[in-house]
């Protein structure tokens, strides 16, 4: 146990369908990551929040739409996705201290198929 | 820029015999370095860090790695492998300020009986 609690650790959806992937982190940190694991590729950062605001966004398309209500919760909302964004969906927080961000620690991940 | 590679992408050991995976690293600035291990349908867990202190950093399950700036290395050992040691192991440099993580590609270890 991290600390940091994903929702649902399973998920399969079809390409018109809406859905959310919840993060919990219980570790009072402030920061906090979504990241996309695919097979054979190396962990892709996708967007960061710090104290609720977002401050990056790699190039993700709009068919992934972040929300961080407070520095503990992070969602991702997830609508007319394509076969290719099947992967495990990762959630990390970290504390940011003096402008440096400690290390990471991450949530057990969502497993989404789309179909 | 940072960037980590992961020279082997799987590693098979039998149990009870030593483990390596080696990760090389390119950083502009002194970096920390990190491993952490992924389970089979597991989120990551941190293994140990390094970030400019002493130079052998001892992690959790017995595992450890040594900073080597001459190499640009941060190879991750242990005497023994048990058979839970068997997951998917990623090297992670960060750069000034822990801004950026970026990860390597992986390394699966294999523990046989």
């Known amino acids: 146990e991290t600390g940091v609690t994903q929702t649902p650790r399973h998920l399969v959806m079809g390409m018109t369908n809406k859905k959310s992937l919840k993060c919990e982190q219980h570790?009072?940190?402030?920061?906090m990551y979504w990241y996309k694991q695919s097979a054979k590729k190396p962990l892709e950062l996708m967007f960061v929040?710090?104290?609720?605001?977002?401050?990056e966004n790699n190039s993700v398309p709009s068919r992934f739409s972040p929300e961080c209500p407070n520095s503990s919760h992070l969602f991702l909302h997830l609508h007319t996705l394509q076969p290719e964004d099947s992967a495990l969906y990762l959630c990390a927080s970290s504390q940011e201290r003096g402008g440096a961000r400690l290390e990471a620690f991450f949530g057990q991940g969502t497993r989404l198929t789309v179909v | 820029a940072q960037s980590v590679t992961q020279l082997d992408s799987h590693v098979s050991v039998s149990e009870g015999t030593p483990v390596l995976l080696r990760c090389n690293y390119s950083?502009?600035?002194?970096?920390?370095l990190f491993w952490y291990v992924q389970h089979p349908n597991k989120g990551l867990q941190l293994l140990l860090k390094y970030t400019s202190a002493a130079t052998l950093v001892k992690g959790i399950n017995g595992f450890e790695a040594e900073f080597k700036k001459s190499e640009t290395s941060f190879h991750l050992t242990k005497p023994s492998a048990h058979m839970s040691d068997a997951a998917e192991y990623f090297c992670?440099?960060?750069?000034?300020?822990?801004?950026?993580?970026?990860f390597g590609t992986g390394t699966r270890l294999l523990v046989s009986p």
């Open positions: 992670v440099v960060s750069d000034l300020g822990f801004q950026k993580l970026v």
């Open positions: 570790l009072g940190h402030n920061a």
């Open positions: 929040y710090n104290f609720k605001e977002q401050t």
């Open positions: 950083s502009s600035y002194s970096p920390s």
